[in-house]
T-cell receptor, first 110, second 115 residues
């Protein structure tokens, strides 16, 4: 995935609402996908992953959906909280290399 | 268990200077890698290692060297710093190469400013 430059796409949601963050990946050979959360001044933090033989995986308050036909990945966060405010990156893994997408900034309004 | 640690947290260099960014992990992970993150962008892979004594290039390797003499340590060397290398550098590790060992864990980052 290519970067989106200096201005990250931003998703603004009301506290308590559900959030959906989307990601398009580029390599049809990628077989493993990860969502990371990055707070200001910190390293990326693992949220949830999914393998290419699955189309949905659920964690605590988070769900990842994978559509291999259109090479699309989404992260759904239920009952979004102020602590969810961060930049979210998807990453695709093919072989030994992990390639990151450009990121989406999630802002949660109280 | 400290996870992935990086030093220094912040560094200022002059153009042409060299330095080494340190990375260590105490999880006995085979696989380690270095990424750089420029403002408002995702992470790009610089170099990676699949085990002690083995390194390989990532997406943006030019201007950087690595070595992996032990499982725990994976230093990144800037040979002659350039302003284009101003960035935040993240080290990451993962348990191994098998599919169930793929999750990468990141260090806190080193902010580098090259004047």
């Amino acid at each position: 995935g290519e970067s989106v430059g200096l201005h990250l796409p931003t998703l603004s949601v009301q506290e308590g609402d559900n959030s959906i963050i989307n990601c398009a990946y580029s390599n049809s050979a990628s077989d493993y996908f990860i969502w990371y959360k990055q707070e200001s001044g910190k390293g990326p933090q693992f949220i949830i992953d999914i393998r290419s033989n699955m189309d949905k995986r659920q964690g605590q308050r988070v769900t990842v959906l994978l559509n291999k036909t259109v090479k699309h990945l989404s992260l759904q966060i239920a009952a979004t909280q102020p602590g969810d405010s961060a930049v979210y990156f998807c990453a695709e893994n093919a072989g030994n290399m992990l390639t990151f997408g450009g990121g989406t900034r999630l802002m949660v309004k109280p | 268990n400290a996870g992935v640690t990086q030093t220094p947290k912040f560094q200022v260099l002059k153009t042409g200077q060299s330095m080494t960014l340190q990375c260590a992990q105490d999880m006995n992970h085979e696989y380690m890698s270095w990424y750089r993150q420029d403002p408002g962008m995702g992470l790009r892979l610089i170099h990676y290692s699949v085990g002690a004594g083995i390194t390989d290039q990532g997406e943006v390797p030019n201007g950087y060297n690595v070595s992996r003499s032990t499982t725990e340590d994976f230093p990144l060397r800037l040979l002659s710093a350039a302003p284009s290398q101003t960035s935040v550098y993240f080290c990451a590790s993962r348990q191994g190469r098998a599919w169930y060992q793929e999750t990468q864990y990141f260090g806190p980052g080193t902010r580098l400013l090259v004047l």
